[in-house]
């Protein structure tokens, strides 16, 4: 199951999230611990380029949030990222840098 492994999936370097996955070889073994990395790593994130907009929610500055989103923390939303009309963000989250989320229309 070689192909499966964080190392084939992600780019480690490009994520605020790199320390959750210290230690983990697939990635499914940090599905218990975002919940506490995030409310952990909130803590630190720079104000000049965060907003606490709620309980445990963090939105960098240059992040787009459409007013019909519904964001439920614990969540991180890095920086330029955009989510759009009517997304429902359900917590335990973090959206990376530049990232667009959106509504995933059913037909």
Do not use: Y
Not at 26 to 35: C, G, R, S, T
């Amino acid at each position: 199951m070689e192909e499966i492994e964080i190392n084939h999936l992600l780019d480690l370097k490009e994520t605020i999230a790199k320390k959750i996955f210290e230690n983990c070889k697939f990635a499914w073994e940090v599905l218990p611990k975002i919940n506490q990395f995030i409310l952990e790593l909130g803590k630190f994130l720079d104000k000049e380029k965060f907003n606490k907009i709620g309980e445990n929610i963090w939105i960098a500055k240059t992040a787009k949030i459409a007013p019909t989103s519904c964001i439920l923390g614990p969540c991180i939303i890095d920086e330029k990222a955009e989510i759009r009309h009517a997304s429902f963000i359900r917590g335990n989250v973090i959206i990376g840098k530049e990232a667009v989320v959106r509504k995933l229309n059913r037909t």
